[in-house]
């Protein structure tokens, strides 16, 4: 019988799972709760009464599974050391020691979560073909990972692919949610593009539509508007992209990869976005045409699990 894996992705409402082949298939997928009460003691328990179950209906023993991969929200060291994850509660443990012993011995192995999706979008999803990857997640916060020769960049402390605390805005005086001033994160966010918006309406006079949609506005709301036409919004649209696009300048300078893979819910707004971050990208990086291409992500919130199926395979 054919191997199969488990890719896990452990966030703090749910924990996504996926049964796949070791080729890349998606045989079936599934939630469960994240239970954080106690220090999210009930966490990994949850999660391996889960693939067990699932694994019986199935009738799949446990020896044609080559392994379970897990990405969890913070950094993880090499030996899958996790010092703290703020959002689950979880300090000073190696949730895939504790995960493998649960599953009676079975391998487990696991990686920030942000850096398993680029892997998972390298795999199957938009970056699929290539490589050198790096992935950028613009959703509440701004994420990121780097892939380069198939293998994820985490760095000796975890912090590799922490792109969205580049810092790119000198003139910025309010402080990022990590302490710095003038994070990417800051303007290219979900959050920091309705901060953006806000600040704009605030400071003009000028007609807008953003205006109806007064202190609650979205970032959807503004990229929507921009692509209707709207004057103030496009601004807004432009500072975003003006600021990605020296970020990424930056990273191709850096690790040189051959495609970037732009995900999260603000890369909804599709190629329209992706243009306005490509204008300010080659402004920025004039040195050559020759470089990391910009597209969209493609495995949506399931880049995840496909990218801790692909830990084990390793």
């Known amino acids: 019988m054919e191997k199969k894996c488990i890719g896990i992705d452990i966030g703090g409402t749910t924990v996504k799972l996926g049964l796949f082949t070791v080729d890349g298939r998606l045989l079936d997928k599934w939630e469960v709760p994240t239970r954080k009460e106690e220090g999210g003691k009930y966490i990994l328990e949850d999660v391996a009464a889960s693939i067990k179950s699932v694994l019986k209906e199935k009738n799949i023993p446990m020896e044609d599974v080559a392994g379970a991969g897990m990405g969890v929200p913070g950094p993880v060291m090499?030996?899958?050391?996790?010092?703290?994850?703020?959002?689950?509660?979880?300090?000073?443990?190696?949730?895939?020691?504790?995960?493998?012993?649960?599953?009676?011995?079975?391998?487990?192995?696991?990686?920030?979560?942000?850096?398993v999706a680029a892997l998972?979008?390298?795999?199957?999803?938009?970056?699929?073909?290539?490589?050198?990857?790096?992935m950028v997640t613009l959703g509440t916060g701004v994420g990121g990972g780097v892939i380069i020769d198939e293998k994820i960049i985490a760095g000796k402390h975890g912090l590799g692919g922490e792109i969205g605390h580049i810092h790119v805005r000198d003139e910025e005086t309010e402080h990022c949610n990590c302490g710095g001033v003038g994070c990417v994160e800051q303007v290219a966010s979900a959050t920091g593009i309705a901060r953006e918006a806000r600040r704009k309406i605030a400071a003009s006079s000028t007609p807008s539509a953003m205006r109806k949609y007064g202190d609650n506005i979205t970032a959807k709301d503004v990229l929507d508007e921009a692509k209707a036409g709207d004057?103030?919004?496009?601004?807004?649209?432009?500072?975003?992209?003006?600021?990605?696009?020296?970020?990424?300048?930056?990273?191709?300078?850096?690790?040189?990869?051959?495609?970037?893979?732009?995900?999260?819910?603000?890369?909804?707004?599709?190629?329209?976005?992706?243009?306005?971050?490509?204008?300010?990208?080659?402004?920025?990086?004039?040195i050559s045409k020759n470089k990391g291409k910009i597209g969209l992500a493609k495995l949506g919130n399931d880049a995840g699990i496909y990218g801790a199926a692909r830990l084990m395979l390793d």
């Open 120 to 134: 998972g979008e390298m795999w199957q999803g938009g970056g699929k073909g290539y490589t050198d990857i790096v």
């Open 78 to 115: 090499p030996d899958g050391y996790v010092e703290v994850c703020v959002n689950l509660g979880w300090r000073d443990m190696n949730p895939q020691k504790e995960l493998s012993q649960l599953l009676s011995g079975l391998p487990v192995k696991s990686g920030n979560d942000a850096n």
């Open 231 to 286: 004057a103030l919004a496009l601004e807004v649209t432009e500072i975003v992209g003006r600021y990605l696009g020296l970020m990424l300048a930056q990273v191709a300078m850096t690790v040189d990869p051959e495609m970037f893979v732009i995900g999260g819910g603000v890369s909804k707004a599709g190629q329209f976005l992706i243009d306005i971050i490509d204008k300010y990208y080659d402004h920025f990086s004039p």
